[in-house]
Each structure stands twice: as structure tokens, then as C-alpha cells.
T-cell receptor, first 111, second 113 residues
Framework: QKEVEQDPGPLSVPEGAIVSLNCTYS??????FMWYRQYSRKGPELLMY??SSGNKEDGRFTAQVDKSSKYISLFIRDSQPSDSATYLC???????????WGAGTKLIIKP | DTEVTQTPKHLVMGMTNKKSLKCEQH?????MYWYKQKAKKPPELMFV???????INESVPSRFSPECPNSSLLNLHLHALQPEDSALYLC????????????FGAGTRLSVL
């Protein structure tokens, strides 16, 4: 079993839809939860990060962490074609350099 | 400003060539990283520099040689690479090695012929 599971997709939705992207993990020691967006042939760009549990909102993006279920989510409201990209979750233990990555979900927003 | 700059953007090299990848950040970060990313895979950590000293080497072959000349610069020297080394090479930085956020550059797309 991988430490972090993420459905690689692709996930295809119409423009304007609410998108839900998810990762599950097995190690309860993870404390930092990050979502990166990566466009084709570009480096990952940090979208959201959460320490410990709870929700965080930034514009059209909401990140949720449910530590009891070991489940993290990224919601995108009013999705746009420019949101088409691969979304990677990355988790980290406290006081540790290493990021543990999900496989990445390829998201396609159809105009 | 959260910019990490990598040059060149693209690089094609033969198996006998020697080339270098460069990375620069001016955020005052003291930890810098090299990652390798193959298509449709997440990034794989190669090296970590902390306060200009190599702190982590993830069992990377010696044909990859990192260098940190100062706190803003990170190089990756390449020699006698194999075609399977073709990938996107990413540089990242963070405030310190144990900081929560790593910022990534756009990457260098390397093709080894």
C-alpha cells in the first residue's frame, strides 16, 4: 500500500462545475498537507497548504483535511478551462524535509 | 516574490557530453533541492542542500553532481548520462530544510540522446 493514494484520472468536467480532488493517506503522523498545480511541461506551483486539520479557502479554491479519516480534498468552484492541469497532493511530517507525493490527478475542464 | 529561476529551459545532450543545470532564488531561503520528474509521475527527490552543505543524497548515481556555490545558487553538473536520465529536472527552495513550503522552479527539460 502506498503512503499516499491519489486517483490519476483523467477527470473531465464542464466549465463552471465544482471539482473535487482527493487524496487518502495511511500514516497519521503527517502534519503538513499541500496541493500543487502543474501545467504540462512546467514546474509544480503551490496552490494551498494546511497545517494539521481543518479547512482553508483562497478564492475559488478550498482545501480540507480530515485527519480522523486520513483524507484530504481540494475543491475548485466555478471551474475554468485554465484550471486544466495536473493536481498533486504532497504531505509532510513535522520537522522533516521530505514531501510524500500523490500520483497526481489530471483535470480537464471542457469549455 | 516566490520565484525560483532555472536555466536552461531545455537541454539536449549526448551521452558523452558534460553540461550543467542552474537554479537561482533570491528569497533568502537556506534549503535548496533537486528533483527529477518523469512523465506522469510525481517529482523524485535527488539532493537536499541546507546552508550550502549537502545534507541529503537519495542514492543518486555519480553522473549527477550537485554544487551549491552560495546561498542563492544551486547547480547540477551532468556527465556521461544515459537516455533513461531524460526527464524534467526541478529545483526547489524553502526557508530551511524542515520548513513547510517548498517553492519550485519551472524546470529544465533534459533529453539525452
Amino acid at each position: 500500500q502506498k503512503e499516499v493514494e491519489q486517483d490519476p484520472g483523467p477527470l473531465s468536467v464542464p466549465e463552471g462545475a465544482i471539482v473535487s480532488l482527493n487524496c487518502t493517506y495511511s500514516n497519521s503522523a503527517f502534519q503538513y498537507f499541500m496541493w500543487y498545480r502543474q501545467y504540462s511541461r512546467k514546474g509544480p506551483e503551490l496552490l494551498m497548504y494546511t497545517y494539521s486539520s481543518g479547512n482553508k479557502e483562497d478564492g475559488r479554491f478550498t482545501a480540507q483535511v480530515d485527519k480522523s479519516s486520513k483524507y484530504i480534498s481540494l475543491f475548485i468552484r466555478d471551474s475554468q478551462p485554465s484550471d486544466s492541469a495536473t493536481y498533486l497532493c504532497a504531505l509532510r511530517w513535522d520537522s522533516n524535509y521530505q514531501l510524500i507525493w500523490g500520483a497526481g490527478t489530471k483535470l480537464i475542464i471542457k469549455p | 516574490d516566490t520565484e525560483v529561476t532555472q536555466t536552461p529551459k531545455h537541454l539536449v545532450m549526448g551521452m558523452t557530453n558534460k553540461k550543467s543545470l542552474k537554479c537561482e532564488q533570491h528569497m533568502g531561503h537556506r534549503a535548496m533541492y533537486w528533483y527529477k520528474q518523469k512523465a506522469k509521475k510525481p517529482p523524485e527527490l535527488m539532493f537536499v542542500y541546507s546552508y550550502e552543505k549537502l545534507s541529503i543524497n537519495e542514492s543518486v548515481p555519480s553522473r549527477f553532481s550537485p554544487e551549491c556555490p552560495n546561498s542563492s545558487l544551486l547547480n547540477l553538473h551532468l556527465h556521461a548520462l544515459q537516455p533513461e536520465d531524460s526527464a524534467l529536472y526541478l529545483c526547489a527552495s524553502s526557508q530551511v530544510e524542515t520548513a513547510d513550503i517548498q517553492y519550485f522552479g519551472a524546470g529544465t527539460r533534459l533529453s539525452v540522446l
